[in-house]
């Protein structure tokens, strides 16, 4: 079973620039999370999809961040403009139902670097 | 008050013996407790998962759950080096939103 893709593994960008991750989760799996982690934290919940709706952006910065999950499979995370506090690993996950005991699976992750 | 707190470390203890790390969480509502090991410039990747009061075993790893404490722990026997990560304590609530604590870093020397 493929696990979750994401992409690009890595960008740098200048400050005030946009950027745009992507991610394809597990087949099958109803919900999908991105989180972004900042070097020596825990990751942090920035959306949570179900299929196509969201059912968490509490912590998404939306002046700046916007995210999007059509037909209920692939999502884009973007990020315009950014700033240098926004240098983090965006890790992206999936799961099958987003219950409380479901398992959550990560993709490799995008490392961006703002400048 | 963080909503789940864990000892970031770093814990050092050497091959063979048993590593205990613990992480507590606020919510009284919380359902469902994960561990995850992250490798550093790795994604994280679940070691257990535990819902009920109690010890659950999986070989070598053993988690436990005190809800009325608010504590979970997470203990590693016969800890190899290659044990060496971040451990990533998380906690959901009722939709599956996990709240993650900033991770304690294990080294084991051997």
């Known amino acids: 079973e493929a696990g979750v893709a994401q992409s690009p593994r890595y960008k740098i960008i200048e400050k005030r620039q946009s950027v745009a991750f992507w991610c394809n989760p597990i087949?099958?799996?109803?919900?999908l999370y991105w989180y972004q982690q900042i070097l020596g934290q825990g990751p942090k919940l920035l959306i949570q999809f179900q299929n196509n709706g969201v059912v968490d952006d509490s912590q998404l910065p939306k002046d700046r961040f916007s995210a999007e999950r059509l037909k209920g499979v692939d999502s884009t995370l973007k990020i315009q403009p950014a700033k240098l506090e926004d240098s983090a690993v965006y890790l992206c996950?999936?799961?099958?139902?987003?219950?409380?005991?479901?398992?959550?699976?990560f993709g490799p992750g995008t490392r961006l670097t703002v400048l | 008050q963080k909503e789940v707190e864990q000892n970031s470390g770093p814990l050092s203890v050497p091959e063979g013996a048993i590593a205990s790390l613990n992480c507590t969480y606020s919510?009284?509502?919380?359902?469902?407790f994960f561990w995850y090991r992250q490798y550093s410039g790795k994604s994280p990747e679940l070691i257990m998962f535990i819902y009920s009061n109690g010890d659950k075993e999986d070989g070598r790893f053993t988690a436990q759950l005190n809800k009325a404490s608010q504590y979970v722990s997470l203990l590693i026997r016969d800890s190899q080096p290659s044990d060496s990560a971040t451990y990533l304590c998380?906690?959901?609530?009722?939709?599956?939103?996990?709240?993650f604590g900033q991770g304690t870093i294990l080294t084991v020397h051997p």
């Open positions: 087949s099958g799996h109803a919900t």
């Open positions: 996950a999936s799961s099958p139902m987003g219950g409380a005991t479901d398992t959550q699976y």
């Open positions: 919510d009284r509502g919380s359902q469902s």
């Open positions: 998380a906690v959901t609530a009722s939709y599956g939103k996990l709240t």
